[in-house]
Structure formats: structure tokens, C-alpha cells
């Protein structure tokens, strides 16, 4: 029972047919019922505020809304990416780790992750991805999963093995020594298609 989810949805426009999608990854604080219980309100939540909003800045507020005072002093970190088949996108960020884009980091101004502050605000970031560019998305559990001798996986890790799959790399962090859960996410554009 985790607290790590993520979320893919495709969309099409009708006026011209383009194609874009949908993409969100968080994490849950803390352990035992309490955390997929928070993941089944929030991934609910999304579905339902995609309905309204593609903006990844309005996603966040609606999902903080959403979550403050449910907490019981928890919080949720979470990213919310738009991205359509050019590979041109908007990203959000509540408190969340950084992607890497092609193994460096990610730029992303900070903010307060989910459920902390009633009105915190989010802000977009423009992404574009050229064709095969790499983006990976993770959770903490790949940062901070820990060696026998208590050594941190890390930020260098991460960079260094961001080109490699996603099972690769997860599979990279448990063989380290995994604490947490592990949700690993890239994302890249092949052909006008982004592939997850």
C-alpha cells in the first residue's frame, strides 16, 4: 500500500484533431491505509478536473483545494505536465523533485507541495521536448534509497542514469537498497508521438 501515483490521459481536440496529454506524478506522505486512501481521492480528483482545465498550474490549485484539511498534517508532492505532439508543454510543480531533461535537472521555481496552505499558488514552466529527448519524472524513493553503509542513491545517480528505461532505472535504485516506493516515469517524443 503506497502512496506514489501517476496519471496519463490522452486527449484530442476536436476543432483540428491535435493530439496532447495529460501527465501527473505524486507522492503521498506517509505509510499504512492512510496513503493510497490520499492516491484514490487525488487520482479521482484528476480525472474529474481535467474535465475543467488543462492548465498543469490550475490542476495543482484544484487538487490542493481538494486535499487541505484532509491531511491531518500530511501533504502530497505532485507534478502536472501538458504536453502535445510537438512536444510543446507547460509543467507545474508542488513541492516536487525535479525531473531530468536528458540526464541534467530540470529547472522548476519552488513550491508547497499539496494540502499545506489553502490558497498556495503554482506556476507553469514551458517544456519542450525535441524528438528523442528524455524526460524522466520519479518519486523520492529513487533519490533516497539507501546502501547497506546509508549512502544515499542521489541526485548524481539519477543524472547519471536518467537516459537509461524505467525499469532500469528502478531496477538501478532497489539493487542499491530501496526504502520506499519507487514510481519512475519518461517520457519521450518519437515521430510526433510522446511515448510514457
Avoid: W
Wanted: proline residues 5%; charged residues 15%.
Amino acid at each position: 500500500m503506497g502512496g506514489d501515483f501517476f496519471q496519463i490521459i490522452p486527449f484530442t481536440n476536436e476543432a483540428d484533431n491535435s493530439q496532447s496529454a495529460m501527465i501527473v506524478l505524486g507522492d503521498v506522505s506517509g505509510k499504512g491505509l492512510k496513503a493510497p486512501m490520499t492516491v484514490s481521492l487525488l487520482v479521482g480528483a484528476i480525472r474529474s478536473i481535467v474535465e475543467t482545465t488543462q492548465d498543469p498550474a490550475q490542476i495543482l490549485a484544484a487538487l490542493n483545494r481538494r486535499l487541505h484539511g484532509r491531511m491531518r498534517n500530511g501533504f502530497a508532492t505532485c507534478l502536472a505536465l501538458r504536453l502535445d505532439a510537438s512536444g510543446n508543454g507547460t509543467l507545474a510543480n508542488a513541492g516536487h523533485l525535479p525531473p531530468f531533461l536528458n540526464g541534467s535537472e530540470f529547472p522548476l521555481p519552488p513550491a508547497l507541495p499539496l494540502g499545506l496552505l489553502a490558497e498556495a499558488g503554482y506556476e507553469t514552466t514551458a517544456v519542450h521536448l525535441a524528438a528523442s529527448d528524455r524526460l524522466t519524472l520519479y518519486t523520492d524513493g529513487l533519490l533516497e534509497a539507501r546502501n547497506p553503509a546509508g549512502e544515499l542513491f542521489g541526485f548524481a545517480r539519477i543524472g547519471a542514469i536518467s537516459g537509461n528505461t524505467s525499469e532500469q532505472i528502478a531496477k538501478a535504485a532497489q539493487l542499491f537498497g530501496q526504502d520506499d516506493d519507487i514510481t519512475v516515469l519518461m517520457l519521450t517524443l518519437i515521430d510526433g508521438l510522446v511515448e510514457g
